[in-house]
């Protein structure tokens, strides 16, 4: 990796009084198994006259069945151009998610079409330029995402056969099924298609089913990975009106259903590619996902052979500081149409900080989780989400106040009656590390993001570190002290490096080791020199001692 090389201007180069002229982050795309993937921007490119469904349309629809007819060729390459004109710096290391809707005709009733999921070619009233046989349309898809510089072309694919209960029939026989998906998978693979988003469909709760996805795939389409997700609600242990699962309405994920949904979602980890946490609402996103992690990940050793990724979907700083991929959602374009947060930076600094310190496997180290719990709630308002059914209630989210993968958990210290900020780190199998503070929701004033002065302690100070969020300080604590005598800090949104040496206080820890306090406001400067006018982006730094 070329971390820390040295670009010119060396320590002479003076602006603001910081030296600069090193680089921390590599200029080359990274290998991190994320994606970014088309639904949120299908979500909202549909018109302001197509209102969101007071209730659900079909079994599975997020608010409006419309959303999967705004996947098109002209959307994605040519006006606005999705993969095309957006995303630049991070596009070599993600793959393009083509998400639901690209194989199916424009307008499909979902009501009695659902059994056209499956099909796996591009609809060619969507892609009319495509031509050719379905695997020669396929691979001109591919290669149109790869000439725009993308990393390659994932695709949703329907958790079930073709043809499953077509007019009121049963599920087709396994040995249809069986040939079908070998089909397809040899297909993909031929295309150059290198992800399968395994989502949901008839067969989506039939974990042989998703099994023998597994081995199929890897039989017939080496190198292709494949993702699974529990489908589930976006409220841990809340009903949903979409699935039968018991819910006794804790806000736990490994309560859901008597504890079935976490069972088959291990045993899944334990034998697949990627594991994606799944969907959630946008003002609980952080504790759902926080509690999911923390249920999925606890538990798992090294040698117990869990080797899926832990995809956490677009809790970026989170997936970027425990060392999982991520489906990102967010796009440059729905913060310029005024619909989201502009903070398209977050993703450039988690993808970014992934060519530093890759994503690893569930079981790759220990994960510990606190035993306090940390409470977020929402009030839902009209229009506020696509879960209309919790429209006028308060639901409550907890989640671990803490996780640490390949570490110990941090130390947390706030002010007497400030809030806590929810807090997650993890170390790499190679040393380097990362931690990051998350904002959290409280009822009566939406979100806040807390500063706690957060304690890290790591074996050694010579790896590179990533700190994300806002903090009072962060302190890294050592054994012994750094071979570097210059402490180098960069907004992971950038392509340079400043020396912060005489910014931040390095001394002996009463146990003989090294302590380096950072302030807060000096990752708040730094982390956030990539933002531009607007942009509400959350600080992204990677520091090393050189």
Not at 210 to 223: D, H
Not at 445 to 467: I, K, M, S, Y
Request: aromatic content about 8%.
């Amino acid at each position: 990796m070329a971390i820390g090389v040295r670009e010119g201007g060396g320590d002479e180069a003076m602006e603001d009084g910081w030296a600069r002229g090193v680089r921390l982050v590599p200029g080359r795309a990274g290998e991190n198994f994320g994606y970014w993937c088309t639904w949120g921007a299908q979500g909202q490119t549909v018109p302001k006259e197509i209102p969101v469904s007071a209730g659900l349309a079909f079994a599975g629809d997020q608010g409006n069945v419309a959303q999967q007819d705004w996947l098109t060729e002209n959307l994605m390459f040519a006006e606005p151009g999705w993969v095309t004109r957006y995303g630049e710096r991070i596009r070599g290391d993600l793959w393009v998610m083509l998400d639901q809707g690209w194989d199916q005709p424009l307008g499909l009733d979902m009501n009695t079409g659902r059994w056209r999921f499956g099909c796996c070619e591009p609809d060619a009233g969507r892609f009319p330029s495509l031509t050719g046989s379905q695997e020669e349309r396929l691979r001109q898809m591919s290669e149109r995402v790869k000439a725009a510089g993308w990393r390659g072309l994932g695709i949703w694919i329907g958790a079930q056969m073709y043809g499953d209960k077509r007019d009121g029939a049963t599920f087709l026989p396994w040995a249809e099924v069986e040939a079908h998906w070998r089909e397809r998978a040899r297909r993909s693979h031929k295309a150059g298609v290198g992800y399968w988003k395994v989502d949901w469909g008839m067969r989506d709760g039939d974990a042989d089913f998703r099994l023998a996805l597994n081995r199929i795939v890897a039989e017939e389409a080496p190198g292709i990975l494949v993702e699974h997700a529990p489908i589930c609600g976006p409220l841990n242990d809340m009903p949903c009106p979409w699935h039968v699962f018991e819910a006794s309405g804790s806000g736990r994920f490994a309560k859901w259903d008597g504890g079935k949904i976490l069972a088959m979602a291990r045993r899944l980890l334990a034998t697949g590619d990627v594991y994606r946490s799944y969907d959630v609402t946008t003002q609980l996103s952080v504790a759902t996902t926080l509690d999911r992690v923390a249920a999925l990940l606890v538990g798992l050793r090294p040698e117990g052979g869990a080797r899926a990724l832990l995809n956490v979907e677009d809790e970026l700083y989170l997936g970027a500081a425990l060392g999982c991929p991520v489906g990102i959602m967010r796009h440059p374009l729905i913060a310029a149409m005024g619909k989201w947060p502009d903070n398209w930076t977050e993703a450039e600094r988690a993808v970014r900080w992934q060519r530093v310190m890759p994503p690893f496997g569930a079981g790759a180290v220990s994960t510990v989780a606190d035993e306090v719990m940390l409470e977020d709630a929402h009030a839902f308002k009209p229009g506020e989400t696509w879960a209309t059914w919790v429209i006028g209630t308060t639901v409550t989210q907890p989640a671990p106040a803490r996780i640490a993968r390949g570490m110990a958990l941090p130390r947390v210290e706030v002010a007497a009656g400030e809030e806590v900020p929810f807090v997650v780190c993890g170390r790499h199998l190679e040393g380097m590390a990362a931690v990051a503070t998350l904002p959290r929701h409280v009822a009566d004033r939406g979100e806040v993001w807390p500063r706690a002065r957060v304690t890290v302690e790591l074996p050694e100070l010579d790896q590179a570190v990533g700190a994300f969020g806002h903090y009072a300080e962060l302190v890294l604590r050592a054994p012994r002290k750094a071979r570097g005598a210059r402490l180098w800090m960069q907004d992971l949104a950038l392509d340079e490096a400043l020396d912060v040496t005489a910014e931040v206080r390095v001394s002996g820890a009463a146990d003989g080791g090294t302590e380096v306090v950072i302030p807060g406001a000096l990752i708040d400067r730094v982390g956030r020199m990539g933002n531009h006018a607007g942009d509400v982006s959350g600080p992204g730094v990677v520091m090393r001692f050189w």
